[in-house]
């Protein structure tokens, strides 16, 4: 089984700061890496799909890299509506999806 | 545009098996691209994947959840089911439905919480 590990798993930080998660595979997973962004008591919220493809109406302050085993999501400039937690997936597989732990992005 | 809508008991026993049907709108079950998901999420904590199954009837479950999981499918009404057997507080949780395969992975229900209390 496929394993991703995601840090860091809480990020501090204030509105206008550029902010990096790193998601990691335990195998090589190509480019069917996906990100999501969660708010409370709503279903999580799709913003890139096969590692660095935008999702329609997501805004473009959020950016995606990586392939293979190594992959980061980026929001260059933070703002308010952006505090949530995110969440990578792999879906290497049509068969089986896996989940990062999530990283919570609070205001510092 | 595909819509997903989960329904079932809100509160389910210690004990006994936990039952949820995914609905689908907007597209066929029946296609051949694409596999039909469960995924739930305890409260505070991440996403867990549980199961899927393809229109046909094969069916792939996560292994740590696999002696309690049953996912079945209903092609006459575009359904497909989750039943979860002997649960405990542990199962408490929003549980979502949503379609495997594809380049984006964009199609979710918006999830129904389940509480296993007595």
């Known amino acids: 089984d496929i394993q991703m590990t995601q840090s860091p798993s809480t990020l501090s930080a204030s509105v206008g700061d550029r902010v990096t998660i790193t998601c990691r595979a335990s195998q090589s997973i190509s480019s069917w890496l996906a990100w999501y962004q969660q708010k409370p008591g709503k279903a999580p919220k799709l913003l890139i799909y096969m590692a660095s493809s935008l999702e329609s109406g997501v805004p473009s302050r959020f950016s995606g890299s990586g392939s293979g085993t190594e992959f980061t999501l980026t929001i260059s400039s933070l703002q308010p509506d952006d505090f949530a937690t995110y969440y990578c997936q792999e879906y290497n597989s049509y068969l089986t999806w896996t989940f990062g732990q999530g990283t919570k992005v609070e205001i510092k | 545009q595909l819509q997903l809508q989960e329904s079932g008991p809100g509160l389910v026993k210690p004990s006994e098996t936990l039952s949820l049907t995914c609905s689908v709108s907007?597209?066929?079950?029946?296609?051949?691209?694409?596999?039909w998901g469960w995924i739930r999420q305890p409260p505070g904590k991440g996403l867990e994947w549980i199961g899927s199954?393809?229109?046909?009837?094969?069916?792939y479950y996560d292994p740590s959840l696999k002696s309690r999981v049953t996912i079945s499918v209903d092609t006459s009404k575009n359904q497909f089911s989750l039943k979860l057997s002997s649960v405990t507080a542990a199962d408490t949780a929003v549980y979502y439905c949503?379609?495997?395969?594809?380049?984006?992975?964009?199609?979710w229900g918006q999830g129904t919480l389940v509480t296993v209390s007595s």
């Open positions: 949503a379609r495997q395969g594809g380049a984006a992975p964009r199609y």
């Open positions: 907007g597209g066929s079950i029946s296609s051949n691209t694409y596999y």
């Open positions: 199954i393809y229109y046909s009837g094969s069916t």
